[in-house]
């Protein structure tokens, strides 16, 4: 559920600039961050950093990076915000995360807002979390232009949830005790999400195969160990 940022190079020509002139450094970014000392089952501690490649790519390629951008407010309540970059992607989405579940509120693009209403519930309470699960669910999805300030595209949500299999798989960033889950979807927008897609989910870890097919490749913390 959980789910889901990059470098400038510069080139001195000419063998006497580059003999005479003073080394230049980059001036360090001001940024604020936050110190990443505890993760929960469903990792959103503000801070925490993972990054992604399409399956099949070289390992050098430039990757898709999720940060956990911690609490914000959305539609009026506190909610946990994870943006994704990279490859001129960029979505947020705002949850709501505790050991009772992961729900999505929404998500937004640029010029484009995503409501969910009631909210989709991407993964059920810690407890819930083994194979033969399964739940279900209905929300009204709104589309806004945020531009405009108008919904260009509202209907209704169906989905439905299994965890098919509980399996050690080896990713780019390390090996991992994962659950299968495979998601069905139908509405009635025109296929806004694709019907059937399926993750790999590791607890304290997060989505170690997203639903578009992309692996993890690495993350800012350290995985507890977790027995099957």
Not at 52 to 74: D, H, K, M, W
Request: charged share 20%; aromatic share 10%; proline share 7%.
């Amino acid at each position: 559920m959980m789910r889901f940022r990059f470098l400038l190079g510069l080139t001195l020509l000419g063998g006497t600039l580059v003999a005479c002139a003073p080394a230049q450094t980059a001036a360090p970014e001001v940024r604020a961050t936050p110190s990443v000392d505890r993760v929960s089952f469903y990792p959103s501690q503000p801070g925490l950093i993972w990054t992604y490649l399409p399956q099949g790519e070289p390992a050098n390629r430039t990757p898709y990076v999720l940060r956990s951008l911690g609490p914000t407010i959305f539609k009026g309540q506190t909610v946990s915000a994870f943006a994704l970059t990279g490859r001129g992607a960029e979505q947020t989405w705002y949850r709501q995360v505790s050991a009772a579940g992961v729900d999505l509120l929404g998500f937004t693009k640029p010029g484009v807002l995503v409501n969910l209403e009631p909210a989709w519930r991407e993964l059920p309470a810690v407890s819930d979390l083994r194979v033969g699960a399964s739940w279900q669910g209905t929300t009204n999805v709104t589309v806004m232009d945020t531009e405009k300030n108008q919904v260009v595209r509202s209907g209704k949500l169906e989905y439905r949830y299994d965890i098919q299999d509980r399996r050690q798989i080896t990713a780019p960033g390390g090996t991992h005790d994962v659950f299968v889950i495979t998601r069905r979807v139908s509405d009635d927008l025109g296929g806004l999400f694709p019907a059937v897609q399926q993750m790999y989910y590791a607890p304290y870890t997060g989505e170690v195969r997203t639903y578009e097919d992309l692996l993890l490749t690495g993350q800012n913390y350290a995985r507890p160990q977790v027995q099957p």
